[in-house]
């Protein structure tokens, strides 16, 4: 059975960077699309960035454009989120989800990472 598990997440000042991962187990990595989601108190989860099976394609909210990166190591079965130049309005859980395609759902979410960022 497939599972996402994210770490790297803190308490981090306005301003810093941190660098999430989620690691994959259960699945082909390489088959799936990944994609990171945050999810704050009280909203709705959104869309924070995918990343195409190979690497080679990448896909960002507005909000974390020029900020965020992510990437992936297909050998280690990991996906990763580089934040950086946090801002207030970034704190909130983030979460790891796969699809085999733009036709399929995002599933098999992982537990989360809180990212809290203080001033």
């Known amino acids: 059975q497939a599972q996402l598990v994210e770490s790297g997440g803190g308490l981090v000042q306005a301003g810093g960077s941190l660098r999430l991962s989620c690691a994959a187990s259960g699945l082909t990595f390489s088959n799936y699309k990944m994609g990171w989601f945050r999810q704050a108190p009280g909203k709705e989860r959104e869309f924070v960035a995918d990343?195409?099976?190979?690497?080679?394609?990448?896909n960002y909210a507005d909000s974390v454009k020029d900020r965020f990166t992510i990437s992936r190591d297909n050998a280690k079965n990991t996906v990763y989120l580089q934040m950086n130049s946090l801002k207030l309005e970034d704190t909130a859980v983030y979460y790891c989800?796969?699809?085999?395609?733009?036709?399929?759902?995002?599933?098999?979410w992982g537990q989360g990472t809180q990212v809290t960022v203080s001033l």
């Open positions: 989800a796969k699809r085999m395609s733009a036709l399929s759902n995002w599933n098999s």
């Open positions: 990343i195409s099976r190979s690497g080679g394609s990448t």
